[in-house]
């Protein structure tokens, strides 16, 4: 197991901080911010990231519980992946896609020892969007038909069809009905759609929901069905037992391609491999990015069973992409599974679930008002946060933010912490190397900022 520090270097000099402004002044005079009104956003700017820390425009250093995006998994600048992309640019930087390189091969052989099952054929894209697009095409091609599934409260990426798949409230702007996709309710028992009171009702609700509405649409028009194996910016809402087989179960029942979406849950989020790991059930395509290489290079990819294979052994597959298995990328993906698997970073993970935050958020729980439940496993954690926790009334609206929750965010921040937010929810997502000390000295952060959240709560 490895662990990260603080860095050991000196303060940020003054000449990191001057080119911080600079970068901030050119940053609100060029740079198109996503997800965003442009002028009313006031971006952080980072000068220096290593391990679990952060540092800020003003040389503030940070415990980065965000993982920037979910994809930081083992940490900021770790030098064997650093190194690995310094040797890769040395010897080839780029090659298009249809020629071999040896950074590729190997990527593609690792992650095809841990996918579950027989997915051992690799599709590689430049991110979770276009894995999820592809992943899509792929069924669309394999069935002939064209309907999708998907949850309600799920996140699949930002382009055309991923953002149409997707089911928070990004999607409505960029919804014109025409995307081939079908939306339903998931199991999310604290905020039950199936008036639920326990995980075994949810679940046999569910999925009578599921199949109802896979007959109505038409059961011989739908070529997959997509779900993140544990939902994550959505909530990290872990399917209660039972709930992944039986949609395994529908999926074959009625010919429909699962995709297990691992983009933010793969690669030991969960303190497993790949989070669907947890319910022993093999998809027929899976999609992967974030985690893969921590992010420092763009890649995501599609693993696919052999039947999907089998539909393009001699018939074309009509996609692609320039940069699909970037070198640089492709060899920051095999330094980052060896450096996983020599420093034992998902059991690490898997432990920090059991031994820290399971139990420390559990204990904020029963100390906090504003606290409505928290939930998830490994590295992988939620705070839903209501303003009573008898009504459950959530902080801010779904969809929204509030006052309340950008003073918690603020909070936060001025302690040190840099906290993954979202509607009504603070997330705990650090590295998953992130020790047990730095681990439990960002949950007593969280601690003393829940105070002011807890102002907003009715005791």
């Known amino acids: 197991m490895t662990t990260t520090a603080a860095h050991t270097g000196a303060e940020v000099s003054e000449a990191e901080l001057e080119a911080g402004r600079r970068a901030y002044e050119l940053d609100r005079k060029h740079v198109f911010h996503s997800w965003s009104a442009q002028e009313q956003i006031k971006p952080m700017t980072i000068t220096r990231a290593e391990g679990s820390y952060v540092w800020d425009g003003e040389g503030s250093k940070l415990l980065d519980f965000s993982s920037q995006l979910v994809n930081t998994n083992i940490g900021h600048q770790h030098p064997k992946v650093v190194a690995a992309i310094q040797e890769q640019a040395g010897k080839l930087c780029t090659v298009a896609p249809q020629h071999v390189n040896d950074a590729r091969s190997e990527a593609a052989r690792l992650i095809a020892e841990l996918t579950p099952g027989e997915l051992d054929k690799i599709f590689f894209t430049n991110g979770g969007a276009d894995a999820v697009e592809h992943a899509i095409r792929m069924a669309r091609l394999h069935t002939g038909r064209y309907k999708v599934l998907s949850a309600y409260r799920s996140y699949h990426g930002g382009t055309a069809l991923a953002v149409n798949v997707t089911g928070?409230?990004?999607?409505?702007?960029?919804?014109?009905?025409?995307?081939?996709?079908?939306?339903?309710?998931?199991?999310?028992?604290?905020?039950?759609?199936?008036?639920?009171?326990?995980?075994?009702?949810?679940?046999?609700?569910?999925?009578?929901?599921?199949?109802?509405?896979?007959?109505?649409?038409?059961?011989?028009?739908?070529?997959?069905?997509?779900?993140?194996?544990?939902?994550?910016?959505?909530?990290?809402m872990v399917p209660?037992?039972?709930?992944?087989?039986?949609?395994?179960?529908?999926?074959?029942?009625?010919?429909?391609?699962?995709?297990?979406?691992?983009?933010?849950?793969?690669?030991?989020?969960?303190?497993?491999?790949?989070?669907?790991?947890?319910?022993?059930?093999?998809?027929?395509?899976?999609?992967?990015?974030?985690?893969?290489?921590?992010?420092?290079?763009?890649?995501?990819?599609?693993?696919?069973?052999?039947?999907?294979?089998?539909?393009?052994?001699?018939?074309?597959?009509?996609?692609?992409?320039?940069?699909?298995?970037?070198?640089?990328?492709?060899?920051?993906?095999?330094?980052?599974?060896?450096?996983?698997?020599?420093?034992?970073?998902?059991?690490?993970?898997?432990?920090?679930?059991?031994?820290?935050?399971?139990?420390?958020?559990?204990e904020l729980s029963a100390k906090h008002p504003s606290i409505g439940e928290v939930r998830g496993v490994g590295a992988f954690w939620a705070i839903e946060l209501v303003k009573n926790q008898q009504t459950r009334e959530p902080l801010a609206a779904y969809g929204g933010s509030s006052p309340a929750m950008n003073e918690l965010i603020g909070a936060c921040k001025s302690r040190g912490l840099l906290p993954f937010a979202n509607f009504n929810r603070i997330h705990v997502v650090p590295p998953l190397n992130i020790s047990a000390e730095d681990a439990r000295?960002?949950?007593?952060?969280l601690d003393a900022a829940l105070e002011t959240a807890d102002k907003h709560a009715e005791g």
């Open 240 to 362: 209660p037992p039972g709930y992944i087989q039986g949609v395994r179960e529908l999926a074959t029942k009625y010919g429909i391609m699962f995709i297990a979406d691992e983009v933010m849950a793969g690669f030991g989020r969960s303190g497993k491999w790949f989070a669907i790991n947890h319910f022993d059930v093999v998809p027929d395509l899976l999609t992967f990015a974030k985690g893969v290489n921590s992010g420092y290079v763009p890649l995501g990819g599609v693993a696919m069973s052999p039947e999907i294979y089998a539909t393009f052994a001699d018939r074309a597959y009509p996609g692609g992409l320039t940069y699909s298995g970037h070198p640089l990328a492709c060899a920051a993906a095999v330094a980052t599974i060896n450096a996983m698997r020599d420093e034992q970073m998902v059991e690490h993970a898997a432990d920090l679930g059991e031994t820290v935050f399971g139990p420390g958020l559990a």
């Open 168 to 236: 928070d409230p990004r999607r409505i702007p960029n919804d014109y009905g025409n995307a081939g996709t079908v939306h339903f309710h998931a199991p999310f028992l604290y905020r039950s759609q199936f008036h639920a009171s326990t995980e075994a009702e949810e679940t046999q609700r569910a999925l009578e929901h599921l199949e109802t509405t896979i007959q109505l649409e038409g059961a011989d028009r739908f070529a997959a069905i997509i779900l993140e194996s544990i939902p994550g910016t959505a909530g990290i």
């Open 441 to 445: 000295a960002g949950l007593a952060i």
